[in-house]
């Protein structure tokens, strides 16, 4: 019954960092050893600015619990994320002005303020103010840390990013009701980390000649792009059709692609597999991915954030409202009494996570694969396009997302070792 439950009831977790795959093993080098290697030596090309403008996942809503402290690393920045005894989420730089200790380091929350570990110096979270002193009455109007905009909304905490310093927001990621009123179950997470410059991950949404290459061979075939056209999983295939559009003011920040799937085997159409989907791309780091199939509608929300310049934390977490036949509901219901977790109503909805995990490891198994051409992969500035409508689509999502670049977004800067003194 406890297995029952985990595979019924559980939400997926899959995480894959870098080492784990996406990379060619030569001799005696694992995974890990490739990817040190390849990561020094790749010509990397002339990349855009690697922190584009806009909003950026920081964690997800339940990875920071009431008066909690997180370290992040994100956009070239360290910062504090933690949560105030009322519920409130704030970030600030991670470092007291005064002696430069990690407030994530042992820091405290008190109230609304986070306390410095090493000489108790408190920081208001909403804008940064120092409100207090232990051993001073004489509070600097100078003592004070950077305080970011936060939005929780989605499941998720974001972070308003723009290189020009003092930049309100101009948009906002527009809220998902059936997640914020908990209509719609959280089935799982994937979380993977790619070797790549961060308009490559969403530039994949435009690009609909690559579905065929990378996206076709059935899911069981694997993820190393070597093998899976293996002819013994050529008795089944994913058959893809796409369209991408950026949308119009005041709505520019939206690109928005339409996709559906069909699964083939045997020649024959397998219809409960079909899937339309609709994903949103909104600004240049979040995708909300809606989906409908025969089982019923969801969403996967789809989170990129720069932790370097060249490395990407890419995380989707999928919310679904199923429709379950009746009699999973008994047993699961049945499945839940014995193991008194949990007794509700909504057990046709909330509990049969195995579907869930199927379609969260199938989006995890064509990302992956996805990944193994971006770990590897040069940025070309300008590459050779054909006349097509392929192409077409790729230099048009090229200029969509150069919105999100302004005048002091920043760029990678190479140093070159010499001999020379």
């Known amino acids: 019954m406890y297995y029952l439950y985990q595979l019924f009831c559980v939400p997926l977790n899959r995480i894959r960092i870098l080492g784990d795959i996406g990379y060619v093993t030569e001799g005696k080098f694992s995974m890990k050893d490739m990817a040190n290697i390849v990561q020094k030596s790749r010509m990397v090309g002339e990349v855009p600015p690697v922190y584009p403008n806009g909003w950026f996942g920081l964690t997800e809503s339940f990875q920071l619990k009431k008066s909690e402290t997180k370290n992040i690393q994100v956009l070239g920045l360290q910062l504090a994320l933690f949560r105030d005894e009322y519920g409130e989420a704030h970030a600030v730089d991670a470092y007291c002005p005064h002696l430069g200790a990690n407030f994530a380091a042992g820091g405290r929350v008190v109230g609304d303020c986070i306390e410095c570990p090493f000489h108790g110096w408190q920081f208001r979270g909403s804008d940064g103010k120092c409100t207090k002193i232990p051993y001073s009455e004489n509070i600097p109007e100078m003592a004070k840390v950077k305080s970011y905009i936060t939005k929780e909304m989605n499941g998720w905490i974001y972070i308003w990013h723009h290189a020009e310093e003092g930049t309100e927001p101009y ?3 527009p809220e998902i009701e059936e997640i914020q009123s908990g209509q719609w179950a959280y089935g799982g997470r994937s979380e993977h980390y790619v070797n790549a410059h961060i308009e490559e991950v969403p530039e994949n949404g435009a690009d609909v000649q690559h579905l065929y290459n990378v996206h076709t061979p059935f899911m069981t075939a694997g993820i190393d792009l070597r093998h899976m056209w293996s002819t013994v999983w050529s008795f089944a295939s994913h058959v893809w059709s796409a369209k991408w559009e950026a949308q119009k003011a005041p709505n520019e920040h939206i690109g928005v692609l339409n996709l559906t ?3 083939r085997m045997f020649g024959k159409t ?3 597999i079909n899937l339309d989907v609709q994903a949103n791309q ?3 780091a979040i995708v909300y991915l809606e989906l ?3 089982f019923g509608r969801g ?4 989170s990129i954030t720069p932790v370097e310049p060249l490395v990407q934390k890419v995380v989707h977490n999928v919310y679904l409202d199923w429709k379950v036949p009746t009699i999973i509901a008994k047993c699961l219901m049945a499945a839940e009494a014995i193991q008194k977790v949990v007794h509700n109503v909504y057990i046709d909805r909330r509990l049969p996570t195995i579907l869930s995990k199927f379609f969260m490891v199938s989006e995890a198994i064509q990302v992956e ?3 193994m051409i971006w770990n590897n992969k040069r940025y070309l500035n300008k590459p050779m396009f054909v006349k097509s409508a392929e192409d077409s689509l790729l230099s048009k999502h ?3 997302y150069s919105q999100f670049y302004s005048e002091h977004s920043p760029r990678l800067k190479f140093q070159k070792d010499t001999l020379e003194w």
């Open 261 to 263: 799937h069909k699964l």
């Open 398 to 400: 090229r200029r969509w």
């Open 270 to 272: 397998i219809t409960p």
């Open 369 to 371: 694969r996805d990944i």
């Open 282 to 284: 909104i600004g240049p």
């Open 171 to 173: 948009w906002m990621p």
């Open 299 to 302: 969403i996967f929300t789809h």
């Open 292 to 294: 409908n199939s025969i």
